[in-house]
């Protein structure tokens, strides 16, 4: 599924690929995601901007370049991906929201394959990541994953 998605979008020379999502900004210290610099972005109750979530994205070798040519000027947040968004608001960058990059853990991710839609990532939202990896890759792997053969199959 990963290396489908990238081949698909591979001669763009600007791209940003995720799930692309909104949140609100977390002024409010000790909390999860708490954004120092909460009032850079408005008033209190505001949005991020659209940004893929930190999970899993992609970017084309052209932005990569862009940052690590400009590194020492972008500004970093508290999380690297609003930090990343950021980085390609004023840019002419497309922003590709993908939702096979969008999928929780089992069952949402065996309901989506049943429906044809496959996940090319899992998570947990509340864990950002998945909750007790080091117990669950492998049954996370085993429900939500598209079998050991799907490498060796797959044409980029």
Not at 93 to 120: F, M, Y
Request: aromatic share 10%; hydrophobic share 35%.
């Amino acid at each position: 599924m990963v290396g489908s998605l990238l081949a698909r979008h591979r001669s763009k020379p600007r791209v940003y690929i995720g799930c692309m999502k909104s949140g609100l900004v977390l002024a409010q210290k000790g909390v999860k995601y708490h954004e120092p610099e909460y009032w850079k972005f408005g008033e209190e109750g505001n949005k991020y901007f659209r940004h893929a979530t930190g999970q899993i994205y992609a970017i084309s070798k052209d932005l990569a370049t862009y940052i690590s040519v400009n590194r020492h000027v972008l500004h970093r947040y508290a999380n690297e991906d609003v930090s990343l968004g950021s980085w390609f608001i004023g840019l002419d960058v497309e922003h590709i929201d993908d939702r096979s990059l969008c999928c929780g853990t089992s069952p949402d991710c065996e309901w989506k394959a049943q429906a044809g839609n496959p996940c090319a990532a899992s998570f947990d939202w509340s864990c950002s990541g998945i909750c007790k990896s080091a117990e669950r890759m492998e049954e996370v792997h085993q429900r939500c994953g598209e079998g050991d053969g799907a490498i060796w199959h797959t044409s980029f």
